[in-house]
């Protein structure tokens, strides 16, 4: 098992840095993605450094075995003052659109966000990486639609506007958000939702099943690299108070391609059969990725390629059956 480590620069730094670090969202994919790397960089005080924090208090394991603690969200205003770094990955996600009353899933998000913002800044929150949507776009180009599909990236635009107000509010302050597109990597999570992860349990079995009738079209970034830029970027003390980027890999890779890559690494006898072709328009949902990919590279870390990303998800899926 690779366990997700910093490049040496950024970690040295953060080790050698001032900084508490707070995770919300702790039990979730990048919650935990988050944990490893701090378990990593701070070692045996990993405990006096971090404090997890999720929806109610929780004890559960890492991977490498670690066990974790998180803390009840709503402990976050309780903490002893001290100047933090927040990673804020607490929200509820857009297939809870479809589990509970709208007028619910509004204002828990809103809730949410607005007491990471208020009990954070109360306990000494000067710098927070906050995880946005390319479901903005769909939200900006369909302002009027009633559409509640539109909503989560709706409440994902409020959330950037709130906390690049936060940023703004002392010249300590920095908040980074990427709008996330397609991540891959250990601890990813709604295995049968995502087409990588969907794809690798397949490809165990022996046979991968494209359903999408027109060109599905992405790009990945690893987890691994968007929390390095995250932390570089937070730890950064030049450069604007607010930085708002999109994530996306070194290529695009249609779902046909991608399936091809899964069973190149899963099993290469599996097979792979697609609904026939129709004519209707290629759903591209790829973020613009020049702003991250400079970040990437301004911080000396190395870009993983798609067939990397695919065996790191193909082994800690293979892991989690285990």
Request: aromatic content about 8%.
């Amino acid at each position: 098992m690779n366990l997700l480590t910093f490049p040496a620069p950024i970690a040295d730094a953060l080790r050698q840095s001032h900084w508490r670090v707070l995770v919300t969202g702790a039990s979730g994919w990048l919650g935990q993605a988050t944990l490893e790397l701090l378990i990593q960089t701070f070692g045996a005080d990993w405990r006096e450094r971090v404090v997890a924090l999720g929806s109610r208090e929780r004890h559960w394991r890492l991977r490498d075995g670690t066990p974790v603690m998180q803390h009840p969200l709503a402990a976050l205003g309780t903490l002893p003052h001290a100047p933090s770094l927040l990673l804020h990955f607490a929200y509820l996600t857009r297939e809870k659109t479809g589990q509970m009353p709208i007028a619910d899933y509004i204002a828990i998000n809103r809730t949410l966000s607005q007491l990471v913002a208020t009990a954070g800044a109360a306990v000494g929150v000067e710098r927070m990486f906050v995880t946005s949507s390319g479901a903005v776009h769909a939200a900006l180009a369909e302002a009027e639609s009633p559409d509640p599909a539109l909503l989560y990236g709706r409440l994902k635009l409020e959330d950037e506007a709130l906390f690049e107000r936060f940023a703004h509010v002392t010249v300590e302050r920095r908040v980074f958000i990427a709008r996330l597109f397609n991540l891959s990597g250990p601890y990813i999570n709604k295995l049968d939702s995502y087409a990588l992860a969907s794809f690798i349990q397949q490809a165990r079995q022996g046979h991968i099943a494209i359903h999408a009738s027109r060109p599905v079209i992405r790009s990945y970034t690893s987890a691994a690299n968007l929390l390095g830029v995250a932390f570089a970027q937070l730890l950064d003390d030049s450069g604007d108070s607010f930085v708002c980027v999109e994530t996306a890999g070194d290529c695009e890779v249609e779902v046909q391609a991608l399936a091809e890559h899964v069973r190149a690494v899963v099993l290469p006898r599996a097979t792979i059969d697609r609904a026939p072709m129709g004519g209707a328009a290629a759903d591209r949902y790829v973020g613009d990725g020049q702003r991250y990919r400079q970040l990437l590279e301004s911080f000396g870390i190395v870009e993983h390629s798609l067939r990397q990303q695919v065996t790191d998800t193909a082994t800690y899926l293979q892991g989690l059956a285990a």
